[in-house]
């Protein structure tokens, strides 16, 4: 079965500095990739998505994130951070053959001001 | 904007109860699902529909069921509470045919089973 991994489950930054968070999916075909984001008492929404194309996508509020297939990752990536990315980060993998969205674990970033 | 709207964002219920949680989307999406989501867990999927009166298990569906009567609106039941049922369940729906994944989501439903 499919699986996705993310390997931070807390991280703590403080303001300015720069985010990665690591997401690792286990299925080797045909894919598409989220990061969903969810604000604390807010419901679950999409950051970004990578369905084909340039392997470098670009989301909203200055986030980003790379497609490597060579390394069945997805990382999460923002040069600096601001107090109101605290949240927790999804990240999610479709196989395009099985319909299913797949999430990882999640990871829960604390900006600190 | 899509709007997702789960009927109850808190329950109480004792074990043994029968529970209902509703969901009803408003943009004619096809595509309805409910997840639970627990801590160090993410999200699992427990059912998913692509059309009125159809269902498909998804990953943890053992203990739940779900109904599809109406385009807008995907119930999910826990026939007989147990505790550890106690979670936050998301209701979501995507336009896609069978597509691309791209969910919406509603505030969640948090059901403690005492």
């Known amino acids: 079965a499919q699986s996705v991994s993310q390997h931070n489950h807390h991280v703590i930054l403080s303001e300015a500095a720069s985010l990665e968070l690591g997401c690792n999916y286990s299925?080797?075909?045909?894919?598409?990739l989220f990061w969903y984001v969810q604000y604390p008492g807010q419901h679950l929404q999409l950051l970004l998505k990578y369905f084909s194309g340039d392997p470098l996508v670009k989301g909203i509020k200055g986030f980003e994130a790379e497609f490597i297939k060579s390394k069945f990752s997805f990382n999460l990536r923002k040069p600096s951070v601001q107090w109101s990315d605290t949240a927790e980060y999804f990240c999610?993998?479709?196989?395009?053959?099985?319909?299913?969205?797949?999430f990882g674990t999640g990871t829960r970033l604390l900006v600190s001001p | 904007d899509v709007k997702v709207t789960q009927s109850s964002r808190y329950l109480v219920k004792r074990t043994g109860e029968k529970v209902f949680l509703e969901c009803v989307q408003d943009m004619d999406h096809e595509n309805m699902f409910w997840y639970r989501q627990d801590p160090g867990l993410g999200l699992r999927l427990i059912y998913f529909?692509?059309?009125?009166?159809?269902?498909e298990k998804g990953d943890i569906p053992e203990g739940y069921s779900v109904s599809r009567e109406k385009k807008e609106r995907f119930s999910l039941i826990l026939e007989s509470a147990s505790t550890n049922q106690t979670s936050m369940y998301l209701c979501?729906?995507?336009?896609?045919?069978?597509?691309?994944?791209?969910?919406?989501f509603g505030e969640g439903s948090r059901l403690t089973v005492l």
């Open positions: 979501a729906s995507s336009p896609d045919g069978r597509g691309t994944g791209e969910l919406f």
């Open positions: 529909s692509y059309d009125v009166k159809m269902k």
């Open positions: 299925y080797g075909g045909t894919v598409n």
């Open positions: 999610a993998v479709m196989n395009t053959g099985f319909q299913k969205l797949v």
